[in-house]
């Protein structure tokens, strides 16, 4: 069966990154680099904030207007978007949750980042990403990723 192996994340939808990076500093918090995400499926640029030695959450805003964040801005404003989760094969742990009346974004997992690049305190040779729908798991968009190759943390 396969299971959570960590909670990454939780991401937190703002219109100006600037000022949200402004405020998690003044709490003493420091955020790590930038990570630009230009194309399918995000469209976003994401700044991850460590709480602690192991919970994260992750300022993201739109930057373009093919993001979905620009809508889900549009409609509830600035707050909560998703949970982000690891697991260790997402191809398998989407056909388990499935079977449990999961539904997902995509058919397949989507190569979120170019290698190497910045999620949540580590860097991975890759990401591989889907998204659990909010209307099969109690309104709550879960992300589900999967690093392959070496992974560590980045500064």
């Not at 219109?15 to 680099?33: F, I, S, Y």
């Amino acid at each position: 069966m396969s299971r959570i192996i960590e909670m990454m994340t939780v991401n937190v939808q703002v219109r100006d990154m600037a000022e949200a990076v402004a405020k998690v500093e003044a709490m003493g918090l420091e955020p790590l680099p930038l990570s630009h995400m230009p194309g399918p499926p995000a469209y976003i640029d994401d700044v991850s904030v460590p709480f602690g030695t192991n919970g994260h959450i992750s300022l993201i805003t739109p930057n373009s207007e093919k993001s979905q964040i620009n809508d889900l801005l549009e409609k509830r404003g600035p707050g909560l978007n998703s949970i982000s989760v690891r697991v260790e094969n997402i191809r398998q742990v989407m056909e388990e949750w499935s079977k449990a009346g999961l539904k997902w974004t995509f058919p397949e997992p989507q190569a979120l980042l170019p290698p190497k690049s910045p999620v949540v305190g580590y860097a991975p040779d890759l990401l591989w990403a889907n998204w659990i729908r909010p209307s099969s798991f109690f309104g709550v968009t879960v992300e589900v990723f999967e690093f392959e190759g070496k992974f560590g943390r980045h500064a």
